[in-house]
């Protein structure tokens, strides 16, 4: 193991799965029929079935959150449980939060819309409007464990859940933290899924019961993953994975820039991110075996986590890992639609 | 010896305010002690209070693609790149992080909730689109044709301040060779309702630090700093004109809203930024505050500077320029930024407008009346926010 790469020891997630820590058992999922609001056909998503937040985390109150508050603080509790960190021994000071979100709070914001339209906007909910911003979820987690190091949301086209796992690497590279939890998700409401319906965005497996995976096309999700990043060498830790280099393009050639960051060594593994994936294919993106060649063996992105989108690329990774590849160099790799990719360098153990 | 590789320098900076579009035009504001408040009631009905607004937008093409927040930010930008000559291959490869809290909040109405498909369907598809605070970043990407890493930061009121920290990681792990850093918010009735139902509105000029004070006043506005490395600058012979010696984040994981009252952990944030920059704390000439004229953060942030700065030889000067066009929110850190790097050019340190009584304390020296001429070459933006986060960045003069 390199001892100056962080290592990703913990592992939380609330997903279609249900809320876990650790691996999963990753079998393929289903879209299910939407009936947390009414819908006048069928109407399929994957979807993150109600939980009692209070018995995975005693003493957490969620009534006036967000689900993705929520989830935020019940996911990053389970990853420093499956971590094993006992943050009693730690400079709380020195332990970061960062959060990677498409669509942010927007279940309170359209609650916050809903009161304004009901009262006019002079009539508006002071409790609801702070739980409306994005970083509410990542300070919730500050919160609950009283972490008072960076605390950091950000969102990103295509690639925020890379970017944030990239980012918070740094942070710890540079010394500006000692341990990060990074965390990405969203939630998917009526607002969110008739956009995608309207902009002519589903898969068909949207309007029926065919299989998933005989359509193509997106089929929104929703859900939150959190992993624990660490400095290597604690003997009590059981690291799943060190992070090696990354980057992340908006636009610009993908195969130059995947190629520069390989450096001419070529992974055994490629854990797809398919962030973009959701819309058709593009001559922008590219396979990749047309990086790597013919050796590697690739885990496909599934549509369970491509479909939540930007946020998406943590689920992707814990599905990967889940499948037990073995140990090896690895790439997390995203391209997009739009252009543009993220790639990342991992050494599985 | 300076590690010219690890050295992040400032070598553009883009601003749109109240004042206009140009921070020569928001320097000459400012120190001319031009206020840019005023009362309104048009924003939504029922409201009265006293806001800052950007007067008219740069003409854009598709401009309907595009969120008001969106567009102070490709305005600000299009501003800091405009010496820029011709095409660049260092600018098409550069970084951009950029914050935003309201995004495209401007564009969606409550309508929206009285039924999401029907309003999508009647002109909200392409509003609803600008939603997401990704969109403020990929926005000034789409216009300024920049293809490297792209990223927008949403840390409540520290958020621009966030992205120039961001922004300074990315150039050291040199994951672009040039990055804009910066923020970008506009007014819109969902944030200044929110503030108004918090009851942390002051419905006339707001007056940070102040015995008297009353709450803030919402402004907009963008700003956006070019930030590379010294040996990117020197190579390409560009002007520098800060250098960004030390920052900080920390958070208070005090409560969702309310600064922790004794400022420990923005005291904390303060004093690692200034251990980064390998500076004293009487070397700090001028603290560029959040002072946003609410009674629990001018209190928590006044004791933060009490414990950083303690033992210091004579009292830290401190102003809050909010007081000339109110909280730009996500922007605020920027433009603040922005704001302490022309104080330490011009050698001028702007006062707190409206400061009659200030809070007391005999370690800080509160900027008021007149602006106040000296040299300056270590200043200091402060930024805190809803959720509990703290950021400082410590700028320092560069000589050849």
Not at chain 2, 42 to 60: K, N, R, S, W
Request: aromatic share 6%; with cysteine.
């Amino acid at each position: 193991m390199k001892t100056n790469l962080p290592v990703l020891t913990g592992i939380g997630s609330v997903t279609p799965y249900g809320p876990l820590a650790g691996l999963i058992s990753a079998e393929r999922l289903e879209p299910r029929a939407i009936t947390a609001w009414t819908t006048t056909e069928l109407r399929r998503a994957f979807l993150v079935e109600p939980f009692r937040a209070a018995s995975i985390v005693p003493g957490l109150k969620t009534r006036r959150l967000d689900r993705l508050s929520a989830w935020a603080v019940v996911a990053a509790s389970l990853a420093l449980r499956d971590a094993g960190v006992d943050l009693n021994l730690m400079d709380r000071s020195r332990v970061a939060v960062f959060f990677a979100t498409g669509f942010g709070c927007v279940e309170l914001t359209g609650a916050f819309y809903q009161s304004a339209a009901t009262y006019g906007w002079a009539g508006t909910d002071p409790i609801t409007f702070p739980e409306t911003l994005s970083n509410a979820p990542a300070s919730h987690v500050a919160l609950f464990h009283d972490l008072r190091g960076p605390n950091v949301t950000v969102g990103c086209k295509s690639f925020a859940a890379e970017s944030a796992l990239l980012q918070a690497a740094s942070l710890m590279r540079h010394g500006q933290a000692d341990l990060a939890i990074v965390l990405a998700g969203d939630t998917l409401t009526q607002a969110v899924y008739e956009w995608y319906e309207t902009a002519d965005l589903l898969s068909p497996a949207c309007f029926n019961n065919e299989p998933a995976s005989s359509v193509s096309g997106f089929i929104p999700s929703e859900g939150l993953v959190a992993m624990v990043l660490e400095p290597a060498g604690r003997l009590a830790a059981r690291p799943y994975a060190a992070l090696g280099a990354g980057r992340w393009a908006a636009g610009g050639d993908t195969r130059a820039g995947v190629r520069q960051l390989l450096g001419g060594g070529l992974p055994d593994f490629i854990l797809c991110a398919g962030n973009g994936a959701p819309c058709a294919p593009s001559p922008l993106t590219c396979s990749p075996r047309d990086l790597v060649g013919a050796d590697a063996t690739i885990f496909p992105a599934q549509p369970v986590a491509a479909g939540m989108g930007e946020a998406g690329a943590l689920l992707h990774l814990l599905l990967a890992l889940s499948q037990r590849p073995g140990s090896g160099q690895a790439l997390l790799l995203g391209t997009s639609a739009h252009g543009g990719y993220a790639a990342l360098r991992l050494e599985l153990f | 010896m300076i590690d010219a590789q690890k050295t992040i320098v400032v070598t553009g900076i883009g601003v749109v305010s109240p004042y206009g579009i140009g921070l020569s035009r928001l320097q000459a504001g400012m120190l001319a002690g031009q206020c840019c408040l005023s009362p309104v009631t048009e924003l939504y009905p029922g409201f009265q209070g006293t806001v800052a607004q950007v007067d008219a937008l740069t003409p854009l093409h598709d401009a309907d693609r595009y969120s008001r927040s969106d567009r102070l930010a490709i305005m600000a930008a299009s501003d800091a790149v405009a010496d820029f000559a011709g095409y660049s291959r260092d600018l098409r490869e550069s970084g951009i992080v950029m914050a935003s809290t309201v995004a495209g909040l401007t564009e969606i109405d409550p309508e929206i909730s009285r039924g999401a498909a029907e309003w999508y369907r009647h002109g909200g598809l392409l509003r609803a689109a600008t939603y997401p605070v990704s969109r403020v970043a990929a926005s000034v990407g789409e216009c300024l044709d920049i293809q490297g890493p792209s990223c927008a930061v949403s840390v409540a009121c520290a958020s621009g301040a966030t992205a120039l920290v961001l922004a300074a990681n990315m150039l050291l792990d040199e994951a672009a060779s040039m990055v804009l850093a910066g923020g970008s918010d506009a007014l819109c009735p969902f944030t200044l309702s929110g503030f108004n139902s918090l009851q942390a509105l002051d419905s006339e000029a707001c007056r940070p630090f102040d015995q008297n004070r009353n709450g803030l006043n919402l402004g907009e506005g963008a700003a956006v700093l070019v930030l590379e490395t010294l040996d990117h600058a020197r190579r390409r012979d560009a002007e520098i004109l800060a250098v960004l010696r030390g920052w900080a984040m920390t958070n208070d994981a005090y409560h969702p809203t309310a600064p922790q009252k004794d400022g420990l952990g923005l005291a904390t944030c303060i004093q690692r930024a200034i251990e980064m920059a390998e500076c004293s704390i009487d070397e700090v000439g001028y603290v560029n505050a959040h002072g946003t004229g609410t009674p629990l953060n001018d209190i928590a942030e006044t004791h933060a500077y009490e414990r950083a700065f303690h033992g210091r030889s004579r009292p830290i000067p401190v102003s809050s320029t909010k007081s000339y066009f109110g909280h730009c929110l996500g922007a605020a850190g920027s433009l603040e930024a922005a704001i302490t790097i022309m104080a330490m050019r011009a050698g001028v340190l702007v006062p707190t407008l409206r400061l009659t009584d200030p809070i007391e304390s005999s370690q800080v020296d509160w900027l008021r009346g007149e602006p106040r001429r000296q040299p300056l070459p270590v200043a200091m933006s402060v930024s805190a926010g809803f959720g509990g986060s703290n950021v400082a960045l410590v700028f320092g003069g560069y000589r050849a």
